[in-house]
């Protein structure tokens, strides 16, 4: 049985005598219920690999940890099929022999966050530990213990949900700035040539300048972006606005595929998808504005 409490946190905890680090790695094989693989090593330590069963609950649940060998643990990483989750796990002495455990997932990227927990032996005794008798009232101000999560398909519901409630909505543009040729070079100068295509996006948002409407929404005129200075033609300028059919194709079964393996996603997802589809397939065509 574990019985812990988790807070969402920011950054590591000052003033508390570190133990030991971890560093992990970890993937899903299921979430409900939780069915996980993590790679554990200890800094100057012995590295674990461990099969984790989890059950449903709040402060407490059922769990099982064993430790597996290499060959079974790569087998289940190539079912899961997916990169695995980076982790950083410190650990803290509390008083009364608690520990801290703070863990940072993705470190050192732009999408890190943080999480802390403490196990106990008893319900009783998580129930009646205080945060602010050791000095972490304001470090774990922000507790998360027995809250459901999301799964991705709530989260999508949740901003189409918002996208209702706003009486103007922000004009939102995709760019890929990264797109090649069929030489495998950047079909766009890039960096100090961006504030072209920016100055067309102002231009639009303000309602200055048409569109050409194609299968996958609004994409500038060719003869709109500013192309003064640019060591590019116009037959460059319209392949790179030019729709993919065969790889958007590809793109729509890709995205299918994983919208299934997610289960419960918004049917607007799946209509737009079946739009793009149609469109793509019926040879649409592209109108100007």
């Known amino acids: 049985m574990e019985i812990e409490r988790k807070w969402m946190v920011t950054g590591w905890p000052a003033g508390l005598q570190q133990t030991s680090v971890y560093n992990m790695d970890q993937g899903y094989i299921s979430v409900r219920p939780t069915v996980r693989i ?9 590295t674990a690999l461990v099969l984790c069963f989890k059950g449903e609950g709040g402060l407490s649940r059922e769990e099982i940890e064993t430790e597996i060998d290499a060959e079974l643990y790569e087998k289940l990483k190539k079912l899961i099929g997916k990169p695995m989750i980076l982790k950083t796990q410190r650990r803290y002495t509390l008083p009364g022999g608690l520990t801290l455990e703070v863990n940072c997932v993705d470190p050192d990227l732009p999408t ?3 999480y802390a927990e ?3 032996e008893t319900e009783t005794q998580a129930l009646a530990w205080d945060p602010a008798g050791c000095g972490l009232a304001d470090y774990l101000h922000e507790e ?7 799964s991705m398909g709530d989260y999508w519901q949740h901003w189409l949900d918002m996208g209702k ?5 922000p004009k939102i543009f995709n760019v890929n700035w990264f797109r090649t040729d069929e030489d495998g070079n950047f079909a766009w ?7 072209r295509v920016l100055q067309w996006i102002i231009s639009r948002a303000d309602d ?3 569109a050409a409407e194609t299968a996958l929404g609004y994409e500038p005129n060719t003869h709109d972006i500013d192309m003064e200075g640019l060591e590019m033609s116009m037959y460059d300028m319209r392949r790179l606005l030019s729709v993919d059919r065969d790889l958007w194709l590809q793109e729509c079964e890709d995205a299918r595929e994983y919208y299934e393996k997610i289960g419960k996603v918004p049917p607007e997802l799946y209509e737009e998808l079946d739009a793009l589809e149609m469109r793509l397939n019926r040879g649409y065509k592209v109108k100007h504005e």
Request: charged share 25%; glycine share 16%; hydrophobic share 30%.
């Open 144 to 150: 998360c213990t027995g809250k459901p999560g999301s």
């Open 208 to 210: 200055e300048i048409g």
């Open 38 to 46: 993590r790679r554990e090593a200890l800094q100057s330590g012995p």
């Open 165 to 169: 409630k706003i009486p103007k909505p």
């Open 189 to 195: 100068p890039g960096f100090g040539d961006n504030m």
């Open 118 to 120: 403490v196990e106990f």
């Open 112 to 114: 890190a966050f943080w």
